[in-house]
């Protein structure tokens, strides 16, 4: 299946298998060399740890120079698409996350999970469901001929909603669950892991585009990146499987048990998008890419903000690294789901 994929990348094709292979080498370094993850669990400032927020930063300050926030001139030119995916996005889908992972982790596995550990299980799927895509989604959109220039447009106009609506949607949801919200780190969570990268990446754009031409920032410095990326997430992964062993060691089957409601909780957004952009009469390039972002999800942010805010509970952190490894294969389930239905559109050239 992978090599009839096209467009996208080698380690994009098997991140869960790579996924898999971090925790496998985290877990062992916890396990023999506990030395190394109780070194750098000293270097913390406000409860976050300076290695690990360097990491999460090189590979979230490449995917901002993705985003180019000059677009957002064209919102008004068809908006029925944006409406449906701010809709999707921030009224739907963090809700029916805490909904739906609430039900599995303290209903459904209750006799199977301690609640301790099924409360900290439902704050990790909430900080991951109050994320929605901001770089994968460029690839799940080109798999399905989605319109690159409205992609970057409903990526663009979604991190700036992040700015305004991440900390409260996950600070109420959180405090609904009965879970204590340090309101200070969740703020400051945000001003490190998406303005300061978002400020940076947007400043570097600009200069460059202004002094070498969009072609070239497009097609020669942003690939640079690429390499960077992978590096930074490999090696976030396989500190905080370190730092996590004990954890996974003690209950392997809570990582299958933490997938359910987040593979459900995908389809379901999904489909949500989906139907709603048919019911729009919105033309497929629009419809799939809307129904992606809202499926996937910014789980660099999600993975930093659990750690910042739960540095104590790793399990917080384990439940949005799940995320992470479920991510891939779901979607390009998603991917071919929405290749093979292009023709409930075939009549939706307008919005």
Avoid at 28 to 49: A, H, K, T
Avoid at 133 to 154: D, E, R
Avoid at 225 to 247: A, E, H, V
Wanted: aromatic share 12%; glycine share 6%.
């Amino acid at each position: 299946m992978a090599k009839k994929v096209k467009n996208i990348s080698f380690f994009e094709t098997y991140l869960t298998l790579f996924v898999l292979i971090c925790m496998g080498l985290g877990v062992m370094i916890g396990r023999f060399l506990p030395v190394v993850p109780d070194f750098l669990n000293q270097f913390e400032v406000y409860s976050v740890n300076i290695p690990i927020g360097i990491l999460i930063w090189v590979m979230i300050y490449p995917m901002m120079l993705k985003i180019d926030f000059t677009s957002i001139k064209n919102v008004g030119k068809k908006p029925k698409g944006l409406y449906l995916t701010w809709v999707v996005n921030w009224l739907i889908k963090p809700f029916t996350m805490f909904g739906i992972a609430s039900l599995f982790f303290l209903v459904i596995f209750k006799n199977i999970i301690p609640l301790d550990l099924a409360n900290n299980y439902l704050a990790g799927a909430v900080i991951l469901g109050a994320a929605p895509c901001t770089a994968m989604v460029f690839v799940w959109s080109g798999l399905t001929k989605g319109n690159p220039a409205y992609t970057l447009v409903q990526v663009a106009t979604n991190d700036l909603i992040i700015l305004i609506l991440f900390v409260p949607i996950v600070g109420v949801l959180l405090g609904v669950g009965g879970i204590a919200v340090p309101w200070g780190t969740l703020f400051l969570s945000v001003v490190l892991f998406v303005v300061i990268p978002l400020l940076a990446a947007s400043l570097t754009r600009y200069y460059l585009v202004k002094r070498k031409g969009l072609e070239y920032y497009n097609n020669i410095f942003i690939p640079k990146f690429s390499s960077i990326t992978i590096t930074g997430l490999l090696l976030t992964l396989i500190l905080i499987f370190s730092l996590q062993s004990d954890l996974i060691i003690n209950n392997p089957l809570h990582i299958l048990l933490i997938s359910v409601p987040l593979i459900i909780q995908t389809f379901f957004i999904f489909f949500i998008g989906y139907g709603g952009a048919k019911a729009l009469k919105l033309p497929h390039d629009i419809a799939a890419p809307a129904a992606m972002i809202g499926a996937s999800n910014f789980f660099e942010l999600a993975v930093a903000v659990a750690i910042a805010l739960f540095p104590l509970n790793p399990a917080v952190a384990l439940a949005t690294i799940v995320g992470v490894l479920v991510e891939v294969p779901v979607m390009l389930i998603l991917v071919k789901v929405a290749n093979k239905t292009t023709h409930w559109f075939s009549n939706n050239n307008n919005e």
